[in-house]
């Protein structure tokens, strides 16, 4: 079955390390996203990519980096510089540029104590 | 700027009650509009879209019509389940930096159906 995977779906960290959240997708889709959950707010974009090798910031992606070296695969990194890391974070993916659907993956719930 | 209002929650219904959540947009141009539905601990699915004005996205029972005049996209179901219980998120999509297409999201809106 083509999907979303998002890897782990809990993540514990101590403040001041760096923590990378994994994103994969089959679905053969270009363009990538990470978005941000808070309780009782809407999402927020970090990042999105549309294609390998490239990537360009959302709303919020201070304290955030990401790469894209293959088309299945779109890591975001929490960096220590995230001044409130705890979070939902959410991955998407959809097939082109135009006003495709946006698939979603089950998520990763990153606690910082 | 782009936007999106939701009703607040929580929504509380008896199962088989009719459903309204009510959603409002702010948007320059011709967005696309969403509902997605969030259960306990996992990610976004998409429940129905409309891409034009005078469109009715359908799915599962439940119903959305774009309305350009009112900027509005209610979601409406005719009889709940206890299954329906979730958070419904409306969304927006309009052009961002000219090529990739952004999605605005509303705060959610709880519904908690008991039987």
């Known amino acids: 079955d083509g999907g979303i995977t998002q890897s782990p779906k809990y993540l514990f960290r101590k403040e001041g390390q760096n923590v990378t959240l994994s994103c994969e997708q089959n679905?053969?889709?270009?363009?990538m996203y990470w978005y941000r959950q808070d309780p009782g707010q809407g999402l927020r974009l970090i990042y999105y990519?549309?294609?390998?090798?490239?990537?360009q910031k959302g709303d919020i992606a201070e304290g955030y980096s990401v790469s894209r070296e293959k088309k299945e695969s779109f890591p975001l990194t929490v960096t220590s510089a995230q001044k409130n890391p705890t979070a939902f974070y959410l991955c998407?993916?959809?097939?082109?540029?135009?006003?495709?659907?946006?698939?979603f993956g089950p998520g990763t719930r990153l606690t910082v104590t | 700027g782009n936007s999106v209002t939701q009703m607040e929650g929580p929504v509380t219904l008896s199962e088989e009650a009719f459903l309204t959540i009510n959603c409002t947009y702010t948007?320059?141009?011709?967005?696309?509009l969403f509902w997605y539905v969030q259960y306990p601990g996992e990610g976004l699915q998409l429940l129905l879209k409309?891409?034009?004005?005078?469109d009715k996205g359908s799915n599962k029972g439940f119903e959305a019509t774009y309305r350009k005049e009112t900027t509005s996209f209610h979601l409406e179901k005719g009889s709940v389940q206890v299954s329906d219980s979730a958070v419904y998120f409306c969304?927006?999509?309009?052009?961002?930096?000219?090529?990739?297409?952004?999605?605005?999201f509303g705060t959610g809106t709880l519904l908690a159906v008991q039987p």
């Open positions: 990519s549309q294609i390998v090798n490239d990537f």
């Open positions: 409309a891409t034009k004005a005078d």
């Open positions: 969304a927006l999509m309009t052009n961002y930096g000219g090529a990739t297409n952004k999605l605005i």
């Open positions: 948007a320059t141009g011709y967005p696309s």
């Open positions: 998407a993916s959809s097939s082109g540029t135009g006003f495709y659907e946006q698939y």
């Open positions: 679905l053969n889709h270009d363009a």
